[in-house]
């Protein structure tokens, strides 16, 4: 069984920075690959980005690439996503993601149904 607690979200401003983290239980991380959605009021979930199990293929969605980080600490059994220069559209809960098998180099990673293990989810407000 693999639990996923986000944290770091809050009020920022436009223009702002801020960290998502992602802390992950359960002995197999580093076989996951790791993503993040969000889902706006009303709105479907989408990808915001990805990350593979060793960390080198990354992959992030057109609306959030070059504001966008995502990492990961295997060590720490710690996801984190980086966005600067936020929006108002940004606005959203972000959800953190675990799934066996997704290879990020493809349309898969961008598939909610793909992914095994859900958080909770932390809300992000980025006020104008």
């Known amino acids: 069984q693999v639990q996923l607690v986000e944290s770091g979200g809050g009020l920022v401003q436009a223009g702002g920075s801020l960290v998502l983290s992602c802390a992950v239980s359960?002995?197999?991380?580093?076989?996951?690959?790791m993503g993040w959605f969000r889902q706006a009021p009303r709105k479907e979930r989408e990808f915001v980005a990805a990350?593979?199990?060793?960390?080198?293929?990354?992959y992030c969605a057109d609306s959030v690439k070059g504001r966008a980080t995502i990492s990961r600490n295997n060590a720490k059994t710690t996801v984190y996503l980086q966005m600067n220069n936020l929006k108002p559209e940004d606005t959203a809960v972000y959800y953190c993601?675990?799934?066996?098998?997704?290879?990020?180099?493809?349309?898969?990673?961008?598939?909610?149904?793909?992914?095994?293990?859900w958080g909770q989810g932390t809300q992000v407000t980025v006020s104008s």
């Open positions: 359960g002995r197999t991380f580093n076989t996951y690959t």
């Open positions: 993601a675990a799934g066996r098998g997704i290879d990020v180099r493809t349309a898969q990673v961008i598939r909610v149904a793909a992914y095994d293990y």
């Open positions: 990350i593979s199990w060793s960390g080198p293929n990354t």
